[in-house]
């Protein structure tokens, strides 16, 4: 079993920066990718950012410029750095662990983005 734990959630303002981190455990030797989706009020969960362990990097086309995904393969982390933050940001985001073709997910931490 997966177990991801995210921080780093919270309240800032137009233009502020948030960085989200989520740590991983259990049954996770083989994964492939980690990263990001979220999901706002009454939409879809969707894609933000991932990242593969070779280090391969993909983000959705309304964060790019603006965040940057990382992560360290020794801890087991993934770490999502969102800059220039806008109120359409707001949503939950969750951590993405990828294994054999199945997505694990955490609990989600809120970003609220006020104008």
């Known amino acids: 079993q997966v177990q991801l734990v995210e921080s780093g959630g919270g309240l800032v303002r137009t233009g502020e920066s948030l960085r989200l981190s989520c740590a991983a455990s259990g049954t996770i030797s083989g994964y492939t990718a980690m990263g990001w989706y979220r999901q706002a009020p009454g939409n879809q969960r969707e894609f933000v950012a991932g990242i593969t362990v070779g280090g391969h990097t993909n983000y959705a086309d309304d964060v790019k410029g603006r965040c940057t995904v990382s992560r360290d393969n020794r801890k087991n982390t993934v770490t999502l750095q969102m800059n220039s933050l806008k109120p359409e940001d707001t949503a939950v985001y969750y951590c993405?662990?990828?294994?054999?073709?199945?997505?694990?997910w955490g609990q989600g931490t809120q970003v609220t983005v006020s104008s």
């Open positions: 993405f662990l990828r294994r054999l073709s199945y997505n694990s």
